[in-house]
């Protein structure tokens, strides 16, 4: 700490005009008896000052002085320290001073001199960018592969992380390049994390080791992939870096990992090139679209789909608590309208499970069940070649399943659901099961059998509408009392010969053989949907 500002009345006659570089005062004042070793609040005396301001001068004058009593006492005199440990050769390299410096080991200061935080003057030239002193000390023998400051770092990884390097050229010659700190980083992983590209050069041509690994398994590769480190992840992987090495003791976490995370596109495009697919569905791996969705980086997940990532990738339950990707996503949509990467991945052909279901169908929103109908269809029973040009995939069988299972279950939002599933070619017939009818809502009730036969429903079925009558929680449409008409009975034939999907969805039903305005008729446009008016019951 620095107090001069604050006390600049309390240091010595001595050391003010040492502060000034003023020679001749310095020794008309030593001449006249004035102490040159009367120390501020900072525990500094001339010495200290002479050395900062960097005045050859002054140094010798006050050296001078006190050698005129013993060669033991100059010594102790010239390695004596201030409050914070830094004695005048750690000053005046601290401040690249060449000449005092070189003054001052002549007159046998202890180059290895370590402060109170464990700096000393290498470590004090080296940060600040002093080559000449850095040379000097070097070759005076000063300790290269010392450790200093709190976390351990030697003159190397701090020439590195300041990219001094001309420096760093000078130390790799003498330093220890596997030297580890606190955390068992290297000054080749410094250089990678801080993205000193000329000092990871000279360390590589050194022969320091690009695959090193610091005590968390982070590789200089992650590292630098993480920071976004583009020409040091081109220039590690040119020269033997391994995109493969798994970085970290929870998971097999890889560089690749790293760029999807953070959205450093050019780089993780480098790296798709490079790491092995196995991350991408392989047991026991964590496909790098985990985490793309978890950084909410959308531009990381359309990369990895366009390269042929798995938009299901594997089940990492065990691992993240994680079952797919989209799931993830979804789990992480709290705010509407879902994420691009939720529509990257349904885009893709995710497989959509009964919780992607219920994140679909148990709210009031319709945004994500949009979402799905836009990019899959509802498969019909009935195989055709106008489907075959559509870039839509059919939900598979289990994905039906449990579609219905859900629905089934979530009646309470049918109003909001069931339009929209009847439209994109959903059989209605699927839903008429009992809990459906005991539930649903009178409009929601009443839409969904104007799109049935709803004269050849079972006894059960019709049993519930009998007692939800009776109850008056159904208010029927007047015409269920009587037998559908024709007109009814036919649009649900052409249903039957064209399957649900195909009438509802595509433009077949204009290839009929009949008059234009009975397209809508014959595509139910006619029956009033439902609206979502009421509140669900709240959950038990």
């Not at 900072?42 to 060669?71: D, P, T």
């Not at 709803?454 to 208010?475: D, G, M, N, Y």
Request: net charge negative; hydrophobic share 40%; proline share 5%.
């Amino acid at each position: 700490m620095d107090f001069t500002e604050c006390y600049g009345d309390t240091v010595s006659s001595v050391a003010a005009a040492a502060r000034s570089g003023c020679r001749k005062r310095v020794r008309r004042l030593i001449k006249r008896g004035f102490s040159v070793d009367c120390r501020d609040n900072r525990g500094w005396n001339a010495l200290h000052e002479a050395a900062a301001a960097g005045s050859q001068g002054c140094v010798q004058e006050i050296l001078s002085a006190v050698a005129g009593g013993s060669s033991s006492g100059c010594r102790a005199y010239v390695n004596s320290l201030t409050h914070e440990g830094e004695s005048a050769c750690y000053l005046a390299a601290q401040r690249g001073h060449l000449a005092v410096v070189r003054f001052l080991l002549k007159a046998h200061a202890n180059i290895n001199q370590p402060t109170n935080d464990l700096s000393c003057p290498l470590y004090a030239a080296v940060d600040g960018g002093h080559k000449e002193v850095v040379e000097l000390l070097v070759s005076k023998g000063a300790e290269v592969n010392r450790t200093h400051t709190a976390s351990c770092w030697t003159c190397l990884h701090q020439a590195v992380y300041e990219g001094h390097s001309e420096i760093a050229r000078i130390l790799v010659n003498v330093c220890n390049l596997e030297a580890l700190d606190d955390h068992k980083i290297s000054p080749l992983f410094v250089a990678s994390q801080y993205g000193q590209q000329e000092c990871l050069e000279i360390l590589v041509n050194a022969g320091a080791n690009v695959n090193t690994q610091a005590a968390d398994l982070a590789t200089p590769l992650l590292i630098s992939s993480q920071e976004g480190h583009q020409a040091c992840v081109d220039y590690l992987l040119d020269h033997g870096a391994d995109p493969n090495v798994a970085c970290s003791s929870d998971w097999p976490q890889l560089p690749i990992h790293a760029a999807a995370e953070f959205g450093h596109i050019s780089i993780l495009r480098r790296l798709i090139a490079v790491t092995d697919r196995v991350c991408d569905r392989g047991d026991g791996m964590v496909s790098p679209l985990y985490i793309a969705v978890n950084g909410s980086q959308s531009d990381s997940v359309e990369l990895l789909l366009k390269e042929g990532y798995s938009p299901d990738a594997q089940d990492c339950t065990s691992s993240l608590g994680l079952r797919t990707p989209l799931s993830f996503a979804l789990c992480r949509s709290s705010d509407r309208p879902y994420s691009e990467s939720v529509r990257l991945l349904i885009a893709a052909g995710a497989s959509l499970s009964k919780d992607d279901w219920i994140y679909a169908l148990s709210t009031n929103k319709t945004e994500l069940l949009q979402l799905i109908l836009e990019h899959r269809r509802v498969p019909g029973q009935k195989n055709s070649s106008t489907l075959s040009h559509e870039e839509k995939t059919a939900l598979k069988p289990q994905e039906l399943r449990e579609l219905l299972s859900v629905a089934l279950n979530q009646v309470h939002f049918s109003a909001c659901w069931l339009p929209l599933l009847l439209k994109a070619g959903l059989d209605p017939s699927l839903l008429l099961q009992p809990n459906m009818l005991e539930q649903a809502h009178s409009e929601v009730l009443n839409y969904l059998l104007e799109l049935v036969n709803w004269a050849t429903l079972s006894a059960a079925l019709k049993q519930i509408l009998c007692r939800r009558r009776a109850e008056k929680s159904w208010e029927a449409s007047p015409h269920f009392e009587s037998i559908p008409s024709l007109s009814h009975m036919c649009r649900l034939q052409v249903r039957t010969v064209l399957g649900p999907d195909q009438l509802m969805r595509t433009d077949v039903i204009q290839q009929l053989p009949v008059p234009s305005p009975l397209h809508r008729f014959l595509q139910f446009r006619d029956v009033q949907e439902a609206s979502f008016t009421h509140s669900p019951p709240s959950p038990p």
